[in-house]
């Protein structure tokens, strides 16, 4: 019910899009996040935008250079992510997260459907 995509390598100072495709089910009712994980680490919070009002959020890491938005004509969550730093690699997920549970926002294990990750690299 989600699919993310645009992962890959880019040069640090580079920009990446990265896209996850929803159901429209999911799309109309959930509030949609992205998480990053990096090799030994736990997954944490990037991203999230509710579809109800269009509140955003953002991890302090990324505020500033990441960009969160919703394209309503095809049901897709958009990340566009620049000035890249090598600290940003890490596989980027997409995920739903019921309103019920809105004031979890920031935490992955409240949300309710997961799309497979995307592999972002930002090296030289």
């Known amino acids: 019910q989600l699919q993310a995509s645009g992962g890959g390598l880019v040069q640090p100072g580079g920009s990446l899009r990265l896209s996850c495709a929803a159901s429209?089910?999911?799309?109309?009712?959930?509030?949609m996040g992205w998480f990053r994980q990096a090799p030994g680490t736990e997954r944490r919070f990037v991203a999230a935008?509710?579809?109800?009002?269009?509140?955003?959020f953002y991890a302090d890491s990324v505020r500033g250079r990441f960009t969160i938005s919703r394209d309503n004509d095809r049901n897709t969550v958009i990340l566009q992510m620049n000035s890249l730093k090598p600290e940003d690699t890490a596989v980027y997920s997409c995920a739903a997260l019921s309103t019920t549970k809105f004031r979890w926002v920031r935490y992955s294990e409240k949300y309710d459907f997961w799309g497979q990750g995307t592999q972002v690299t930002v090296s030289s």
């Open positions: 429209a089910r999911i799309f109309s009712a959930y509030v």
């Open positions: 935008i509710d579809y109800r009002d269009g509140d955003i």
